[in-house]
């Protein structure tokens, strides 16, 4: 459960998003979810990892950081009148580890066999 906290203050977050060798993940997704699993904030880091954003939402929330190839990564987080207003989020992104099925290509040419209604006469 969340509340808008419309006279409250407003909470400043940033960050950044690295792979486990510390290099920047960049345009990975991070979203701030409810407690109904609702989106209620999303923003991108920028091609350096980087990202910032505000809110003034109060209550008990799941923030998710995810892009393709990674894991996704969440932590929960809550807000209030008392909270800092400014928290720092670094995100550590594990690669995701995918199994594909074996595909078998060959190079059989397909044969195409049409019947032509037509009747050629050949001169001789």
Same mark, same amino acid.
């Given at each position: 459960m969340f509340t808008l906290n419309l006279q409250g203050q407003t909470i400043s977050f940033k960050g950044s998003v690295k792979?486990?060798?510390s290099n920047?993940?960049?345009f990975? /997704?991070?979203s701030l979810k409810n407690g109904s699993n609702s989106i209620v904030l999303?923003?991108?880091a920028d091609s350096k990892g980087i990202f910032s954003f505000k809110t003034d939402l109060t209550g008990r929330f799941l923030i998710s950081c995810k892009s393709l190839g990674f894991e996704e990564s969440t932590e929960y987080i809550t807000l209030d009148k008392n909270s800092e207003p /400014?928290?720092?989020l670094n995100f550590l992104?594990?690669?995701k580890t995918m199994?594909?099925?074996e595909i078998v290509a060959n190079n059989s040419p397909r044969v195409v066999r049409k019947k032509i209604p037509?009747?050629?006469k050949l001169s001789t």
């Open positions: 792979d486990l060798d920047p993940v960049p990975a /997704s991070i999303h923003t991108f /400014s928290k720092v992104l594990k690669e199994v594909l099925n037509y009747l050629i």
